[in-house]
């Protein structure tokens, strides 16, 4: 299985969707201001979305291969680490009773990858005859 990676790294995120989307439920109930734990569970949501995605190109690339889409599960993989990692990472920072710091200005370049990784799927699907 050439995809083994990927695959190994689409149920770990499943996983950690599941079990941070649990600890936003009940262990951050109260703990953080409203904007913080939403911000918590935007990076859920988005992981999870993406992991779905991912799963998707996944399936996908077992019927048809072309390099649009390795490289859409990298800026996936970069931007739901950045994105939602960065959420994670101001709410938890919070939580400890720490600064935000820099954690805010990580949160759109994830984003940008985010958007990036589905505009090159697009290109490379147009590309495809």
């Known amino acids: 299985m050439q995809d083994r990676s990927w695959w190994l790294g689409v149920a770990l995120s499943g996983a950690l ?3 941070l989307g649990a600890f936003a439920a009940h262990g951050l109930s109260g703990q953080l201001t409203p904007r913080l ?3 918590f569970t935007t990076g859920v949501r988005y992981q999870a979305w993406h992991t779905l995605a991912a799963l998707a190109v996944l399936a996908w690339r077992t019927q048809a291969r072309f390099s649009a ?3 859409t599960l990298m800026l996936w993989a970069t931007g739901t680490l950045l994105f939602s990692g960065s959420l ?3 709410a938890l920072a919070a939580l400890a009773g720490a600064g935000l710091g820099a954690f805010g200005i990580v949160t759109p370049v994830g984003g940008l990858a985010l958007v990036l990784g589905w505009l090159v799927l697009a290109a490379g699907v147009w590309r495809q005859r």
Request: neutral net charge; charged residues 15%.
């Open 69 to 71: 889409q390795r490289y």
């Open 37 to 39: 734990e939403q911000a």
């Open 17 to 19: 969707v599941v079990m």
């Open 88 to 90: 994670y990472a101001m």
